[in-house]
């Protein structure tokens, strides 16, 4: 036995050397690791520069650039991008350029297979061949910057390029062009929505397909003075045989867009002056996507959101006037359904005869695997994604799919318009800057400091032969071919409107009288009409702190609209439902944190969602599924027909699906938050759900890294908080403001900023998640322009040296 001992005891203590081992290892690693936060205050000396740039940041490490021309402003962003957010940028160039295989393996091979048929890499190439000399001096500054970083780094990568083994390429100024063409495709979804009614249009017959996909319009007009009506119009004009389409790929984490903007004229201000309120709504994740900085040179000086890896504000204000965007949901991409040649299958029919397919060949590296090769077929429309494995979908026999989408137009001048935001003395130059705006089409508000306010729904806008965009259309008649674009004079706008306000909440641009088609998918007027009502009960002496209420506004149209509705179709209850109903009875209808009111309604909605049209939709139930108003409002208005599940053969009535729902919904959120309806809150369900593209992934880094601070709002509230219905976790908050900001065109100085996690791109830093606590609480910070100002809210101070 007492060698069996000392066998046993020789591999015990091998055991715990080789643990002890592994944890010195990850402790060292950890602590090299910690190295790669940037160093904020050691002077530097960097080659490229044409004199010395000061960088001051304040508490939260939001920076200061003070440099003596624009290129060294544009280099040292791109200097700061590197140092905070390389790998976010790595991430957003290899999405674009489909090379995300070549780090991650074969699970990334469908995204590649998505960005090489699309062609966004393509497209960034031909519109940097167009691009003026002024832009092209400011990506090549920019990008001189980063790659200044890359190659004279004194401290390890950040984290993830560790755990990828990765070192990143120079970055170029068409990677810059590409972020910008990434988030124009992500932010035109209307073709995704195109694609799912031609799923549906597989399985639904003509009525249901038109009751759950409906055209949405009507809400304020853009000055505010419309009263909200009923927001659902009538007609389908596309015949369903023609809706044979693809899937609605993702093209990333920030998914589509929906925002709040206003402005309000100084007649109604306190200080004569305007105020413009911005919080565009993207898709949730860490880091956010913004990174907030001041750019200071003698010919400039702008403040506000830039996305790293693009050289230049998106969203701010520079010495005169200040801007916000908000997604117009115009119809800015199609889907044709192309016919082969039956004598020629490498070519497909046009109104003028077979023209053939162009085609290419893309090789894609994969990771731990042999390269995969793809070949392309475009059309006359675009690019053919039913090629796609995952983009194909039952058809006409031999046909294919092309998406047409004006962000592949070569020639995109959308940049140069930025560029000309930045450089803006007063309304009129934003308006001629404006013209270049040509995806995605966006509602740009903006405001100056002589007064003006005012909005325009920038963008190109296809003219359509025929049909209205809303499902495939015959490539080779030609019925549904773009001939021609809306002229900017023909888009919708209003510039200093009798009211004294402009706003828009993603709501409809345009009346049915308008000039031009725009779109028929927006979203619903909920939050325009909210907007509308805060901003007609400060007739005047309207200031900053009104318009963050506005920004912080948790009422819902949707309770106010469904709660006591809901609670009469019930009928008298007993026990925990009563206790839930009375708790509904006296609520206020705003989405408060600490209320379990908004927890029973919103859970009793995505149950009642569920068991009216869950059999309807089988497995495209998931991406439909929400609060659904419009058809809600139809059931609860005499259309009892869709509360019988066709899949059970008894006959529901709509009393027996609300009193199942609200039971369904009571048992889960027992499992959930206990037996007691009182005791529930709305925050210990519904928080921000911000977790790192790739940690969230790797157990243990997932919850170190996530950020999730509880959150009110939801998802028709001003502070929105949209969840996810369908998803695993649907009380989550997936999608919101990671930006809000309120302009004081009296005083831009006093302009008030915030972001979603923090400045930094790196969970070592204590920058990563500093700002998320004033984010979700609805509060700011203030980037003044003043040096003064600077010095008193400095923590720190560097300088970037030419060598």
Same mark, same amino acid.
């Given at each position: 036995?007492?060698?069996?001992?000392?066998?046993?005891?020789?591999?015990?203590?091998?055991?715990?050397?080789?643990?002890a081992?592994?944890?010195?290892?990850?402790?060292?690693?950890?602590?090299?690791?910690?190295?790669?936060?940037?160093?904020?205050?050691?002077?530097q000396?960097?080659?490229?520069?044409?004199?010395?740039?000061?960088?001051?940041?304040?508490?939260?490490?939001?920076?200061?650039?003070?440099?003596?021309?624009?290129?060294?402003?544009?280099?040292?962003?791109?200097?700061?991008?590197?140092?905070?957010?390389?790998?976010?940028?790595?991430?957003?160039?290899?999405?674009?350029?489909?090379?995300?295989?070549?780090?991650?393996?074969?699970?990334?091979?469908?995204?590649d297979?998505?960005?090489?048929?699309?062609?966004?890499?393509?497209?960034?190439?031909?519109?940097?061949?167009?691009?003026?000399?002024?832009?092209?001096?400011?990506?090549?500054?920019?990008?001189?910057?980063?790659?200044?970083?890359?190659?004279?780094?004194?401290?390890?990568?950040?984290?993830?390029?560790?755990?990828?083994?990765?070192?990143?390429?120079?970055?170029?100024?068409?990677?810059?062009?590409?972020?910008?063409?990434?988030?124009?495709?992500?932010?035109?979804?209307?073709?995704?929505?195109?694609?799912?009614?031609?799923?549906?249009?597989?399985?639904?017959?003509?009525?249901?397909?038109?009751f759950l996909?409906?055209?949405?319009?009507?809400?304020?007009?853009?000055?505010?003075?419309?009263?909200?009506?009923?927001?659902?119009?009538?007609?389908?004009?596309?015949?369903?045989?023609r809706?044979?389409?693809?899937?609605?790929?993702?093209?990333?984490?920030?998914?589509?867009?929906?925002?709040?903007?206003? /402005?309000? #004229?100084?007649? =109604? !201000? %306190?200080?004569?002056?305007?105020?413009?309120?911005?919080?565009?709504? +993207? @898709?949730?994740?860490?880091?956010?996507?913004?990174?907030?900085?001041?750019?200071?040179?003698?010919d400039?000086?702008?403040?506000?959101?830039?996305?790293?890896?693009?050289?230049?504000?998106?969203?701010?204000?520079?010495?005169?006037?200040?801007?916000?965007?908000?997604?117009?949901?115009?119809?800015?991409?199609?889907?044709?359904?192309?016919?082969?040649?039956?004598?020629?299958?490498?070519?497909?029919?046009?109104?003028?005869?077979?023209?053939?397919?162009e085609?290419?060949?893309?090789?894609?590296?994969?990771?731990?695997?042999?390269?995969v090769?793809?070949?392309?077929?475009?059309?006359?429309?675009?690019?053919?994604?039913?090629?796609?494995?995952?983009?194909?979908?039952?058809?006409?026999?031999?046909? /294919?799919? #092309?998406?047409? =989408? !004006? %962000?592949?137009?070569p020639?995109?001048?959308?940049?140069?318009?930025? +560029? @000309?935001?930045?450089?803006?003395?007063?309304?009129?130059?934003?308006?001629a800057?404006?013209?270049?705006?040509?995806?995605?089409?966006?509602?740009?508000?903006?405001?100056?400091?002589?007064?003006?306010?005012?909005?325009?729904?920038?963008?190109?806008?296809?003219?359509?032969?025929?049909?209205?965009?809303?499902?495939?259309?015959?490539?080779?008649?030609?019925?549904?071919?773009?001939?021609?674009?809306?002229?900017?004079?023909?888009?919708?706008?209003?510039?200093?409107?009798?009211?004294?306000?402009?706003?828009?909440?993603?709501?409809?641009?345009?009346?049915?009288?308008?000039?031009?088609?725009?779109?028929?998918?927006?979203?619903?007027?909920?939050?325009?009409?909210?907007?509308?009502e805060?901003?007609? /009960?400060?007739?005047?002496?309207?200031?900053?702190?009104?318009?963050?209420?506005?920004?912080?506004?948790?009422?819902?149209?949707?309770?106010?609209?469904?709660?006591?509705?809901?609670?009469?179709?019930?009928?008298?209850?007993?026990?925990?439902?009563?206790?839930?109903?009375?708790?509904?009875?006296?609520?206020d209808?705003?989405?408060?944190?600490?209320?379990?009111?908004?927890?029973?309604?919103?859970?009793?909605?995505?149950?009642?969602?569920?068991?009216?049209?869950?059999?309807?939709?089988?497995?495209?139930?998931?991406?439909?599924?929400?609060?659904?108003?419009?058809?809600?409002?139809?059931?609860?208005?005499?259309?009892?027909?869709?509360?019988?599940d066709?899949?059970t053969?008894a006959?529901?009535?709509?009393?027996?699906?609300?009193?199942?729902?609200?039971?369904?919904?009571?048992?889960?959120?027992?499992?959930?938050?206990?037996?007691?309806?009182?005791?529930?809150?709305?925050?210990?369900?519904?928080?921000?759900?911000?977790?790192?593209?790739?940690?969230?992934?790797?157990?243990?880094?997932?919850g170190?890294?996530?950020?999730?601070?509880p959150?009110?709002?939801g998802?028709?509230?001003?502070?929105?908080?949209?969840?996810?219905?369908?998803?695993?976790?649907?009380?989550?908050?997936?999608?919101?403001?990671?930006?809000?900001?309120?302009?004081?065109?009296?005083?831009?100085?006093?302009?008030?900023f915030?972001?979603s996690?923090?400045?930094?791109?790196?969970?070592?830093?204590?920058?990563?998640?500093?700002?998320?606590?004033?984010?979700?609480?609805?509060?700011?910070?203030?980037?003044?322009?003043?040096?003064?100002?600077?010095?008193?809210?400095?923590?720190?101070?560097?300088?970037?040296?030419?060598?």
């Amino acid at each position: 036995m007492r060698p069996m001992r000392k066998i046993f005891g020789w591999i015990s203590w091998t055991l715990m050397a080789l643990v002890a081992t592994l944890v010195v290892t990850g402790v060292a690693i950890a602590l090299w690791l910690v190295r790669s936060v940037p160093d904020d205050r050691d002077d530097q000396s960097v080659a490229g520069l044409h004199g010395p740039v000061r960088i001051v940041r304040d508490s939260h490490g939001i920076p200061h650039i003070l440099s003596r021309d624009r290129h060294d402003a544009f280099f040292a962003l791109g200097r700061l991008h590197a140092q905070e957010r390389l790998f976010q940028m790595e991430l957003g160039r290899r999405l674009g350029r489909g090379e995300l295989a070549a780090v991650m393996g074969a699970t990334a091979l469908p995204m590649d297979t998505y960005a090489r048929t699309i062609g966004a890499a393509r497209a960034a190439e031909a519109d940097y061949a167009t691009a003026s000399p002024d832009l092209k001096a400011a990506l090549a500054a920019y990008a001189d910057g980063v790659n200044s970083w890359i190659a004279g780094r004194d401290r390890p990568l950040p984290p993830e390029f560790t755990l990828l083994i990765l070192e990143p390429a120079p970055w170029t100024p068409v990677d810059s062009l590409l972020v910008g063409k990434m988030m124009a495709l992500m932010l035109t979804g209307n073709w995704q929505l195109e694609a799912l009614r031609a799923r549906l249009a597989a399985r639904l017959d003509g009525e249901t397909l038109e009751f759950l996909t409906p055209p949405v319009g009507g809400g304020p007009a853009p000055d505010g003075a419309a009263r909200l009506p009923d927001f659902a119009a009538a007609g389908m004009d596309e015949a369903l045989h023609r809706t044979l389409a693809a899937a609605a790929l993702s093209t990333g984490p920030i998914g589509p867009g929906a925002s709040n903007a206003w /402005a309000v #004229a100084g007649d =109604h !201000t %306190a200080t004569g002056k305007p105020i413009l309120a911005n919080d565009p709504h +993207l @898709g949730l994740a860490a880091p956010g996507l913004w990174y907030l900085a001041h750019l200071s040179a003698p010919d400039m000086n702008v403040v506000g959101a830039t996305l790293p890896g693009v050289p230049f504000p998106l969203l701010g204000h520079n010495d005169h006037v200040a801007w916000g965007l908000t997604t117009t949901g115009g119809d800015t991409a199609d889907l044709f359904v192309e016919t082969p040649d039956p004598q020629d299958a490498g070519r497909y029919l046009t109104p003028d005869g077979p023209q053939p397919f162009e085609t290419r060949q893309e090789v894609i590296d994969v990771r731990f695997a042999a390269p995969v090769t793809i070949t392309v077929r475009t059309t006359r429309h675009g690019p053919v994604i039913s090629d796609m494995p995952a983009g194909d979908l039952p058809r006409p026999a031999g046909t /294919a799919l #092309a998406l047409a =989408h !004006t %962000a592949l137009i070569p020639g995109d001048h959308t940049p140069q318009a930025l +560029l @000309g935001f930045i450089d803006a003395r007063n309304a009129d130059d934003f308006l001629a800057a404006a013209h270049n705006f040509m995806s995605p089409q966006q509602n740009l508000t903006y405001a100056d400091d002589r007064g003006t306010i005012g909005m325009v729904s920038a963008g190109l806008v296809p003219i359509r032969r025929s049909g209205d965009g809303r499902l495939p259309a015959d490539g080779a008649s030609g019925a549904g071919d773009w001939v021609g674009f809306v002229p900017f004079e023909g888009l919708p706008q209003v510039r200093n409107p009798a009211s004294g306000r402009v706003l828009n909440a993603n709501n409809a641009v345009t009346g049915p009288d308008a000039p031009y088609f725009i779109g028929k998918d927006y979203d619903l007027p909920y939050r325009a009409g909210r907007l509308a009502e805060l901003l007609a /009960a400060v007739p005047a002496g309207y200031g900053l702190d009104d318009a963050a209420r506005g920004q912080a506004d948790t009422l819902s149209p949707f309770a106010v609209e469904f709660t006591d509705r809901l609670i009469a179709l019930y009928g008298p209850a007993t026990g925990r439902a009563a206790t839930a109903i009375d708790l509904l009875k006296s609520w206020d209808r705003h989405m408060s944190a600490e209320s379990p009111a908004p927890l029973i309604l919103t859970a009793w909605a995505r149950a009642v969602n569920r068991r009216l049209f869950e059999s309807r939709l089988g497995l495209e139930f998931i991406g439909w599924a929400g609060p659904r108003p419009l058809q809600l409002r139809a059931v609860l208005g005499g259309e009892s027909q869709w509360c019988d599940d066709p899949a059970t053969p008894a006959v529901e009535t709509c009393e027996a699906q609300i009193r199942g729902a609200l039971d369904d919904a009571l048992t889960e959120l027992a499992a959930l938050q206990g037996g007691d309806p009182a005791d529930w809150r709305w925050d210990h369900a519904h928080a921000a759900d911000m977790r790192h593209p790739l940690f969230r992934f790797v157990p243990g880094l997932d919850g170190a890294t996530a950020i999730t601070p509880p959150l009110p709002g939801g998802d028709d509230t001003l502070l929105r908080a949209a969840m996810r219905f369908g998803g695993p976790t649907p009380y989550a908050a997936v999608h919101g403001a990671g930006y809000r900001a309120i302009y004081d065109l009296a005083d831009l100085d006093r302009s008030r900023f915030v972001i979603s996690t923090g400045e930094s791109g790196n969970p070592y830093s204590p920058h990563w998640d500093d700002l998320a606590p004033l984010w979700a609480e609805v509060r700011y910070v203030e980037i003044p322009t003043e040096p003064a100002a600077i010095e008193k809210t400095a923590a720190s101070h560097q300088q970037f040296l030419p060598r």
